[in-house]
């Protein structure tokens, strides 16, 4: 694999253990998903890889070399678009996508056919020439994906890539992501979609309190479930008990809802039971589906505190 991380822990000042113990693999060609609670660790990660931060133990390798001894060597191997929007004010995406590819050791001509092919595959033509300071978020955002595209490294790290990006340039991206895969790197990106991750990512791993909770494709996650199929409840805002599942499955209360596992050969009586909760008052409404990534994640994290807020907004974008 051309990216293995062994172990690694993270201990902040504070004393939080931002990483506890993470092992993962990546290899050429794929494109691996990190999915996780706001906290999880998942920037602290990304920041170790990229050689920002120093691990407080454990290793990273990339084609074999120790990327904890050498960052420098880190920095060059890996490209990385940060979580946090790059300041580039001042100058034009142009100006700072050509800036990057060179600081990164592009030849000129290399990175300027370069560049044109990424603002077109990202429709972002019409920006080319903007001051940064006057571009929106997910605009800006774009740029910063490809400052970290242009010039790609044998890994390449995106940290919350299609944050504040429109559905349909999110499209454009994702095409973009897989593109630097089949061109050899290996790619990890973090993101909360978890919908869009599903469709994109190879393999993907969901990070909780600092340590891997899962990692598989996402088949094989959806498999772990152990149900073809999702009922999701409305709940009424007035009943009292969370109706209880006789399906024998997971029953998950995500805010008002509640998730609930169902057998693909026991759809019909689902639906009867369903109908009867919302009969007798103690639903609003309920939808029966296939079972997605996003119902293995909520059923993994989507108790813990910081979780229904941010997990509820993922469903309600998927439903629209
Ligand atoms: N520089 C720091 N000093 C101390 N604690 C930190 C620092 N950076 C992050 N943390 C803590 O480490 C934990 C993991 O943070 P991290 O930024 O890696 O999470 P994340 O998974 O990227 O979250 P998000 O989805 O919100 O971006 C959190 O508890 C956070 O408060
Ligand atoms: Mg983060």
């Known amino acids: 694999m051309l990216l293995q991380i062994e172990e690694l822990t993270k201990e902040y000042r504070t004393g939080t253990r931002a990483n506890d113990g993470i092992s993962l693999a990546i290899g050429e060609g794929e494109v691996f998903g990190l999915l996780g609670h706001n906290g999880a660790g998942k920037t602290t990660l990304v920041n ?30 890996c490209s990385f678009q940060a979580q946090a929007q790059v300041p580039i004010d001042g100058l034009t995406p142009r100006q700072a996508i050509d800036l ?18 990424l603002i077109e595959a990202l429709d972002l033509g019409e920006w080319l020439d903007v001051d940064a300071a006057r571009l929106s978020g997910g605009v800006k955002r774009l740029v910063a994906f490809a400052m ?25 991206l994702w095409r973009q992501v897989r593109t630097l895969a089949d061109h050899g790197a290996a790619v990890l990106l973090v993101t909360h979609n978890v919908i869009e991750a599903e469709r994109s990512v190879d393999r993907l791993a969901i990070l ?19 149900a073809a199929l999702r009922l999701e409840l409305v709940l009424d805002p007035d009943a009292v008990e969370l109706p209880a599942s006789p399906f024998g499955l997971s029953a998950v209360p995500v805010g008002n809802r509640l998730m609930i596992g169902v057998p693909m050969d026991a759809a019909g009586q689902a639906v009867a039971w369903a109908e009867s909760l919302k009969h007798t008052g103690s639903i609003e409404e309920f939808t029966l589906g296939p079972a997605t990534l996003e119902d293995v994640y909520v059923a993994l994290v989507g108790g813990s505190d910081a979780g229904p807020a941010h997990v509820e907004e993922v469903i309600d974008a998927n439903a629209a």
């Open 48 to 77: 170790q890889v990229v050689g920002l931060l120093r691990p407080t133990s454990g290793s990273i390798r990339i084609d074999g070399r120790d990327m904890v001894a050498d960052p420098g060597l880190a920095r060059r191997l």
């Open 100 to 117: 990057l590819g060179q600081l990164r050791g592009g030849a000129r001509a290399d990175v300027q056919r370069r560049r044109e092919r």
């Open 148 to 172: 970290a595209a242009v010039v790609p490294g044998r890994v390449v790290m995106l940290d919350e890539p299609t944050n504040d990006v429109d559905p349909v340039r999110r499209r454009l």
């Open 208 to 226: 909780d309190e600092g340590r891997v909770i899962a990692e598989g494709t996402p088949a094989e996650l959806k498999g772990r479930l152990g």
